[in-house]
């Protein structure tokens, strides 16, 4: 009988610790998801990190050793479609140079997507470039980037929504690109200041709305895009 090895995703360790829905209602990391408008009933996706650092060591990665200690940190954890950990994010909740550190778990040189374990690939998937902003839209996912076009081949019918930032080149350039392909895109009124997701929830705005009354492709993609960027 041949004798195979473990996969080595069945040897990813769990997430030990508290979950922000099982924190106390007062609790400071709490607080600050609830005051980021993050939906009571998604609050199960994030964990509280206190140690950061002391987490990231506990997790088996060697990049703790170039880490501060003492410093909380939401943590977001990526998972693939079987619901194996690949990989998490730490979003810094004090003043930190560092908003964001992410962790590949033993190696892992996929595509980090966030939501993969969620999403219907049957539907059309909103590929969003944060993971916080992908909470508050339908069957959606986050690229650890800007660059959302390197996942849409996984998807039958992406749409890219692209944070509103027209004065950034990067993500101008990768925009063109993605319209040049055919994909389609969102383009956010040119008078609207808010962006990315988040920021609209937080200023009252209907983002759903909003995204799926800008979505565009082709030769109105095109036309509408270059308005956007020189508004």
């Given amino acids: 009988i041949p004798q195979f090895k473990a996969p080595v995703f069945g040897l990813r360790p769990k997430i030990k610790l508290d979950k922000i829905s099982d924190l106390d209602s007062q609790h400071w990391a709490r607080k600050y998801m609830e005051g980021r408008m993050i939906p009571v009933d998604k609050l199960h996706l994030f964990y509280f990190a206190p140690d950061f650092k002391k987490f990231v060591e506990d997790m088996g990665s060697e990049k703790h050793k170039d880490m501060k200690p003492d410093d909380p940190r939401i943590v977001i954890p990526f998972y693939d479609e079987e619901h ?4 998490f994010q730490g979003r810094a909740l004090i003043d930190n140079k560092i908003r964001y550190i992410t962790i590949r778990m033993n190696s892992y040189s996929g595509p980090l997507i966030y939501g993969l374990d969620r999403v219907n690939k049957d539907s059309p998937v909103y590929v969003v470039e944060g993971p916080i902003d992908s909470i508050f839209l339908p069957n959606s996912i986050a690229v650890a980037g800007s660059d959302l076009n390197r996942v849409s081949a996984m998807f039958k019918n992406p749409v890219m929504v692209f944070d509103n930032e027209p004065r950034n080149k990067d993500i101008c350039k990768i925009m063109a690109l993605s319209i040049s392909k055919g994909h389609r895109v969102v383009i956010w009124p040119s008078d609207m200041k808010e962006k990315d997701i988040n920021d609209m929830v937080g200023s009252g705005k ?11 492709s082709g030769l109105e993609a095109g036309a509408r895009f270059t308005f956007w960027r020189k508004a």
């Fill in 84 to 87: 194996n950990l690949i990989a």
């Fill in 206 to 216: 209907d983002a759903i709305s909003l995204m799926i009354d800008n979505i565009y």
